[in-house]
């Protein structure tokens, strides 16, 4: 099975497939496209928030979706796999971050072009002035964070619950209720 790099969405009639053939997709693999095609936002806006930039967080993500394809262990349904996979694209965000060849890829990036990408572009040109001038106090507030918790708020406004992202962070859901607490309480004091 073949997951588009761009993010479409699919009506699910037709699929290209790894194998090459253009025969209706399985249910499975309707289901699949339909789970990436769901966290794919929320899973970029995450790694976007941590630090990768456009084209290394869309390798993460599709490397969580192969790993949870080649995995007999992972979580079947509902929350437990959207945790999963927050975990998997974690941890391969980490490992990507202490890379060498990482940091020097990264010396010449543009972090405004990602930010870019995530404003709203269907805002008009006021509108989209407020959004960005937003989007640069909150980055800035974040980025004074511990980085557990620019994790524990970053996942937090993705939608995961506080025992979602414990299982990411590999921490108890106290630890992460303590986390987010002081985080707000840091990000407030700035304002």
Do not use: C
């Not at 339909?34 to 790694?47: E, F, I, V």
């Not at 511990?146 to 414990?166: M, N, P």
């Not at 607490?181 to 407030?188: G, M, T, W, Y």
């Amino acid at each position: 099975m073949f997951v588009p790099r761009d993010g479409a969405a699919h009506d699910g009639s037709y699929i290209p497939r790894l194998s090459g053939t253009t025969e209706m997709p399985s249910r499975l693999e309707r289901d699949f496209v339909a789970l990436y095609d769901l966290l794919r936002p929320s899973l970029l806006g995450y790694l976007a928030g941590l630090g990768l930039v456009r084209e290394e967080a869309e390798d993460v993500i599709q490397e969580s979706f192969l790993r949870l394809l080649a995995q007999d262990d992972a979580p079947s349904h509902g929350n437990h796999l959207r945790a999963w996979l927050f975990r998997v694209a974690h941890n391969l965000a980490m490992d990507r971050f202490r890379s060498s060849t990482y940091r020097t890829a990264l010396s010449g990036v543009d972090v405004a072009d990602l930010d870019q990408e995530l404003l709203d572009g269907s805002l008009g040109p006021e509108e989209l002035a407020i959004q960005k001038q937003q989007w640069e106090t909150a980055r800035q507030a974040i980025d004074k964070l511990t980085e557990k918790q620019k994790h524990a708020i970053l996942l937090r406004s993705e939608g995961l619950r506080y025992r979602e992202i414990s299982n990411v962070l590999g921490v108890s859901v106290k630890r992460v209720s303590e986390l987010i607490q002081r985080a707000l309480v840091r990000i407030a004091g700035d304002q």
